[in-house]
């Protein structure tokens, strides 16, 4: 039996999933991204500068990420390095867009699924509707309250959100001055108060220092750990068997993200049952079932040429393969490579799935206010923010990034001062990509093949659950 999910509401884009079933078991899922953009189209041929302007318009949620790659790989192609400033404030830029993004999976994309009216026998179903119900339900209000403030950060250091132009190469272009920084211990410490009362019933602290399968089960049924929305959500996936659900690839991959003065402060690196180095070179794009003219390539020789005719494809999403094996991104990936033990001890236990997905990204959350609260200490208003440099810019350069959603990569090529070719992999490409020249299904694709399927159910909530899990981004997939 042949089943077509979508197009689905509550994610970013168009994504339409076709499912195989046999004998109450999905045996093949097939992701399609219906919608084609060509934003490498558009930058072929301008001057590189145009990058900064054009590249964060990818996406409206994580615009951003997209400035960070962009401006990483001018400032490497013409040697412009930051001054400490300029890096604290991009990355205080970047954290507040993913901690924002995780509040609004979190409430507004993931929660509101377990409010819907099949789980209505569920011991827990009546409270969790009061609250994460669409539109209507508390917790959703007051994310988005939260979630405004921290994009205040973003106004402050950034003057608007998203698609702004702050972050260059060399550094970003507004200054914070002393009373910037009260300002945004201000909006951060509101922040925490609402993760701390809602989200976690704990301090950020406590969460982050969970280090075991083990610890969370005592967390969660202790205190005010039980009163959370993250220990409601564990009751929840205790009761469904989520960490059964949605299986992915064992390998995972992370580009690094948000740099310290001693590396960076969640790890680059590959998972392939530890964490191991990562090399970026060996990223190619199969395009054997994308509506994409070409072959399998490196990004510096890949090409953007739509063939919407083309036998046996089925997405305009392209195929990323790291030496030539498909590999999740994410917030589970970033967790697992910098070596945090709650999420070490989850995914050994029970591999990539859909409660590990969910908490490796509240954990991320507890991790990054601390860290954006050092960071804004650290800053030093009477220092610069930008360095400039005159370089000419030429030949290549590869910026890399970590988006809320996972990896981001924009490889350049400039000659005689225009962008020769411009290839970008985000996120939502590795995880939605279809299938390559071997057979083999991207991560999404893979998570949803062995997903039970009741009879006569329309929309499963089963694949919606495992869906939701990646924040699947199909704007940023077929950029």
């Known amino acids: 039996m042949k089943m077509v999910v979508g197009p689905l509401s509550r994610v970013d884009g168009d994504l339409e999933v076709t499912l195989e079933v046999r004998d109450g078991v999905v045996s093949e899922a097939s992701v399609t991204v219906p919608l084609y953009r060509g934003f490498e189209q558009i930058l072929q041929g301008r001057h590189p500068a145009d990058a900064m302007v054009v590249s964060p318009r990818i996406c409206g949620a994580c615009s951003l990420s997209h400035s960070v790659a962009a401006a990483t790989a001018l400032a490497e192609m013409g040697g412009a390095d930051a001054p400490p400033n300029g890096r604290l404030a991009a990355n205080l830029l970047l954290a507040s867009e993913i901690v924002a993004d995780h509040l609004s999976h979190f409430y507004l994309s993931f929660m509101p699924d377990f409010a819907a009216p099949a789980y209505a026998g569920r011991p827990w179903h009546r409270g969790i509707a009061e609250r994460f119900a669409a539109i209507v339900g508390t917790a959703g209000q007051a994310a988005d309250r939260a979630r405004a403030r921290l994009l205040h950060i973003v106004g402050l250091l950034g003057g608007k959100w998203p698609h702004g132009l702050a972050i260059q190469p060399g550094g970003t272009t507004k200054a914070a001055d002393a009373g910037d920084r009260i300002r945004?211990?201000?909006?951060?410490?509101?922040?925490?108060?609402?993760?701390?009362?809602?989200?976690?019933?704990?301090?950020?602290?406590?969460?982050?220092?969970?280090?075991?399968?083990?610890?969370?089960?005592?967390?969660?049924?202790?205190?005010?750990?039980?009163?959370?929305?993250l220990g409601h959500f564990l009751a929840i996936a205790d009761d469904l068997a989520l960490e059964q659900l949605g299986k992915g690839p064992d390998r995972l991959m992370s580009f690094g993200a948000l740099p310290n003065n001693d590396g960076w402060l969640f790890a680059r690196g590959l998972w392939m049952g530890k964490s191991a180095p990562l090399d970026i070179d060996e990223v190619a794009e199969d395009v054997v079932s994308s509506w994409m003219a070409g072959r399998a390539e490196s990004p510096w020789r890949g090409t953007t040429r739509p063939d919407a005719d083309k036998a046996r494809a089925y997405s305009w999403c392209k195929a990323p393969r790291l030496a030539g094996a498909a590999v999740e991104v994410g917030p589970l990936a970033r967790q697992l490579i910098d070596s945090h033990p709650l999420v070490i001890d989850l995914f050994r236990s029970s591999g990539s799935n859909v409660r590990n997905r969910i908490v490796a990204r509240m954990i991320e959350t507890a991790r990054l206010i601390p860290a954006m609260e050092r960071w804004v200490n650290e800053l030093r208003p009477r220092e610069p923010f930008h360095r400039l440099t005159d370089r000419p810019l030429a030949g290549r350069a590869v910026g890399v990034a970590e988006g809320a959603r996972g990896s981001l990569g924009h490889w350049l090529t400039v000659t005689d001062g225009r962008i020769a070719n411009y290839q970008v992999i985000s996120a939502g490409t590795w995880n939605l990509s279809p299938r390559d020249a071997a057979g083999t299904p991207g991560p999404l694709e893979l998570a949803l093949t062995g997903t039970p399927v009741g009879s006569g159910e329309e929309g499963p909530l089963a694949i919606q659950h495992i869906i939701r899990s990646f924040a699947p981004c199909a704007f940023c997939a077929t950029h």
């Open 184 to 229: 945004l211990f201000s909006i951060l410490a509101d922040c925490r108060r609402f993760l701390e009362d809602d989200v976690f019933g704990v301090e950020l602290e406590q969460i982050v220092e969970l280090d075991s399968g083990a610890a969370l089960s005592a967390w969660q049924g202790f205190g005010r750990g039980a009163r959370g929305d």
